[in-house]
């Protein structure tokens, strides 16, 4: 049987000293890392922030990292609460400030030679609506191409009629530029659209030689305008229509105050008329009689309304009894349509109530007196104003 192993006191203090050693080689073969890791962190002297840059192995300078310049500022106050208003039953509203703008078409042309009046300044026109003065913000002269319609009245009634509207139609015709844009309508008891809107005067030509054998002899003058007008209403910009007929109605479904109330709720749109029969009812007029005196009655009618349509919309309206006054005619309302001033402001009755507001242009010197003009000779001359005679203001949906 074995006995344990006892070691003496000599034998105990060698292996205490080996051990001791062994100690002592090991802490030296740890790492630096090791001993760096184990060492406790170091407090920051007093010269080095808190805030200072990562340590480099260039030297013992530490860059600080560059404080904002606006650290130092204040933070501004904050802005003030906008002030809550409840509505009714929470709901939410929108306000929109629509201030309207009134664009004016004007035309000064001198009654004698019916030749356009230019180099008028701002402060020469004089606007008024409803009576109360209004500010024109500016003025400024336009010519620019036409988009205009050829209203004709093509009926089975007389050949004089006919003969007329086509002498008058082509000679508006051979006055089309080749930035012009014209339509073509006939009407009798219909509406009849013979080519819509080109410059191709190719086309226009090719249907006006359709017009050769009318269908009926109705003239329903105020329906066909109505239409017309619909159609032109929805095109932008400055339009035109050269109404060429008789001026008579026959069974039309409107009244003349509708088509009236028509022309005035259609914006931008000038009509010039140029009546035809007024050689045929000098030649009857002559022959005295009764019916003579009826006829002529009719006929001054139709011309009274013929006119009425050019006047509201700032137009020009003609009676021309021989063929040789057609060019002239046109001249004048070519003049009329590519030069005329552009007047813009802003009207001081701002309510959008659909009312209609009546519109006056005078024309006056500089010490607001009206204003009277010269020739060479210094004899007066006559001038005639040509502008709508009103607008209708919008309504509070539109």
């Known amino acids: 049987m074995m006995t ?8 105990t203090a060698s292996l205490r000293m080996h051990l001791a050693a062994a100690l ?12 760096a890791q184990s060492s406790p962190p170091q407090t920051p002297s007093s010269d080095q922030s808190p805030d200072a840059g990562p340590q480099t192995d260039n030297g013992t300078i530490i860059l600080k990292k560059k404080k904002d310049p606006d650290a130092d500022e204040p933070p501004p106050p904050p802005a003030p609460e906008t002030p809550k208003v409840k509505n009714p039953d929470n709901a939410t509203y929108s ?46 002269m336009a010519q620019t191409p036409i988009t205009a319609v050829m209203l004709l009245e093509f009926a089975a009634n007389s050949y004089y009629l006919i ?40 086309v226009v030509a090719q249907s006006l030689q359709t017009l050769t054998i009318p269908g009926f002899s109705d003239t329903d003058m105020f329906d066909a305008l109505y239409e017309t007008l619909d159609r032109t209403s929805r095109i932008e910009g400055r339009k035109y229509i050269i109404l060429i007929g008789s001026g008579r109605d026959t069974f039309s479904k409107l009244t003349l105050d509708k088509i009236l109330a028509k022309v005035k ?42 006119k009425t349509f050019a006047q509201m919309t700032g137009g020009l309206s003609f009676s021309p009894i021989f063929q040789g006054e057609l060019p002239d005619i046109f001249s004048q309302i ?65």
């Not at 230019?118 to 606007?127: E, H, I, Q, R, S």
């Open 265 to 306: 709720a259609t914006p931008n749109v000038t009509i010039f008329t140029i009546g035809t029969g007024a050689f045929l009812n000098e030649m009857s007029g002559s022959r005295g009689g009764m019916s003579s005196g009826i006829r002529d009655l009719n006929y001054l009618q139709a011309q009274n309304q013929l």
């Open 24 to 35: 002592v080689l090991a802490i030296f073969a740890l790492p630096a890392a090791a001993r």
């Open 4 to 11: 344990p192993h006892t070691n003496s006191p000599a034998s």
């Open 163 to 202: 003969n007329d509207m086509r002498n008058a139609s082509y000679s508006f015709f051979q006055t089309m530029r080749p930035d012009d844009y014209v339509a073509v309508i006939t009407y009798d008891l219909k509406t009849h659209i013979l080519t819509d809107f080109t410059n191709n005067k190719d």
């Open 95 to 140: 306000l929109r400030v629509d201030v309207p703008i009134v664009n004016l078409d004007v035309n000064v042309v001198l009654d004698k030679t019916h030749q356009f009046v230019p180099g008028l300044k701002p402060a020469n026109f004089l606007v008024l609506e409803d009576g109360v003065e209004q500010q024109v913000q500016t003025v400024r």
């Open 334 to 398: 070519n003049n009329s349509i590519r030069n005329q001033y552009v007047l813009t402001y802003r009207p001081t009755n701002t309510k959008n109530d659909g009312r209609y507001r009546r519109v006056k242009v005078l024309l006056v010197d500089n010490e607001g007196h009206p204003l009277q003009m010269q020739d060479e000779k210094h004899k007066p001359l006559k001038y005639s104003i040509i502008a709508r005679d009103g607008y209708r203001a919008k309504l509070p949906v539109e």
